[in-house]
């Protein structure tokens, strides 16, 4: 990582961000504890947590653009580091395309 990208990374905090990890896709795995109504499967059978209407996973508090769940969150959740590669990602692709819904797998 060169010097520019340190400063970007530096500079990333989620309390300025719209929580745009929170709209992507959460694939559950077996040993995550969230509690089954926040969760839905897919048509091809994929665990996930479900979203609301607007595309937003149903464990994010709207008003405070924070996770209801914090402490059992999944796996995948606890991966996304913030500041890190994928989080980094998310927001250039973001800046790139604007808003928009994919999907995330973190193995
Ligand atoms: S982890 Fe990254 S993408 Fe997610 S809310 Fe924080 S800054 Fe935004
Ligand atoms: S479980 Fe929490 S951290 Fe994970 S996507 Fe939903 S609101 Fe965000």
Redesign the pocket.
């Known amino acids: 990582m060169n010097r520019m990208e340190r400063e970007k990374k530096a500079n990333?905090?989620?309390t300025?961000?719209?929580?745009?990890?929170?709209q992507l896709t959460v694939v559950l795995e077996a040993r995550d504890a969230v509690p089954a109504h926040l969760t839905t499967r897919l048509a091809g059978g994929l665990h996930v947590m479900a979203k609301d209407e607007d595309g937003w996973c149903v464990a994010l508090d709207g008003q405070q653009?924070n996770c209801r769940i914090y402490d059992s969150r999944p796996i995948v959740c606890r991966s996304?580091?913030?500041?890190?590669a994928?989080?980094?990602a998310?927001?250039d692709e973001?800046a790139r395309q604007g808003d928009r819904t994919i999907a995330l797998q973190l193995t």
């Open positions: 990333i905090t989620c300025s961000c719209d929580a745009l990890c929170c653009m996304f580091v913030m500041g890190g994928y989080c980094r998310e927001r973001h």
